[in-house]
């Protein structure tokens, strides 16, 4: 199984500031099947990205992700207020499907 | 509308059972594998089970492998988490979830989620 580990467990930034959440494989994830989540309180997760680097429908352009084999990035180029949120990576290149920990991206 | 709507949570004592239940709407239900996926309180996302678009095929996690049972009715749109004996480690929201398909290539990612129902096991 693949296990995913997420960095930092929780990131504390200011409105327009940059957000960086990082999500490290223990073997590398095939053909860069990774994808994130966000998460707000008491809802569901969103699909923000797949592919490790496309953004699903309708997610705005501040929000970008890169990486392959072991290490990926999901980065928000300047956060707006409702970016602040619980952010989750998964992998579905191999079987079982595995989720990161998940990041905290929260209000300094 | 594309929706998923879970039902069936509920608090039951360790070692019982339940059935949570998903109904789906706006999409092509019977062209798509369902997983169920749980998040314990606090904690993150963990990836249950999941079902083949016929219904043919089932897998499961092996946390939870021989003690739930996932299964469709297409001509409902719904699909069911059948649990046993269950245990305390279990006690989660479980939440329905759609996989993708792009250019007919299945691929288990998410794009569409219910709200979760709450599954509490305890005494």
């Known amino acids: 199984e693949i296990v995913l580990t997420q960095s930092p467990g929780t990131l504390s930034l200011s409105p327009g500031e940059r957000a960086t959440v990082s999500c490290r494989a223990s073997?590398?994830?095939?053909?860069?099947?990774l994808a994130w989540y966000q998460q707000k309180p008491g809802q569901a997760p969103r699909l923000l990205m797949y592919g490790a680097s496309s953004r699903a429908t309708g997610i705005p352009d501040r929000f970008s992700g890169s990486g392959s084999g072991t290490d990926f990035t999901l980065t928000i180029s300047r956060l707006e207020p409702e970016d602040f949120a619980v952010y989750h990576c998964?992998?579905?290149?191999?079987?079982?499907?595995?989720f990161g920990g998940g990041t905290k991206v929260e209000i300094k | 509308e594309v929706q998923l709507v879970e039902s069936g949570g509920g608090l039951v004592q360790p070692g019982g059972a339940l059935r949570v239940s998903c109904v789906a709407s706006?999409?092509?239900?019977?062209?798509?594998?369902m997983s169920w996926v749980r998040q314990a309180p606090g904690k993150g996302l963990e990836w249950v089970s999941a079902i083949s678009r016929s219904g043919e095929y089932t897998y499961y996690a092996d946390s939870v492998k021989g003690r739930f049972t996932i299964s469709r009715d297409n001509s409902k749109n719904t699909v069911d988490l059948q649990m046993d004996s269950l245990r305390a480690d279990d006690t989660a929201v479980y939440y329905c979830?759609?996989?993708?398909?792009?250019?007919?290539?299945?691929?288990?990612?998410?794009?569409?989620w219910g709200r979760g129902t709450l599954v509490t096991v305890s005494s």
């Open positions: 073997q590398s994830v095939s053909s860069s099947y």
């Open positions: 998964q992998q579905y290149g191999s079987s079982p499907l595995t």
């Open positions: 979830a759609k996989e993708v398909i792009d250019h007919a290539i299945e691929y288990w990612f998410f794009d569409v």
């Open positions: 706006g999409f092509t239900f019977n062209g798509h594998t």
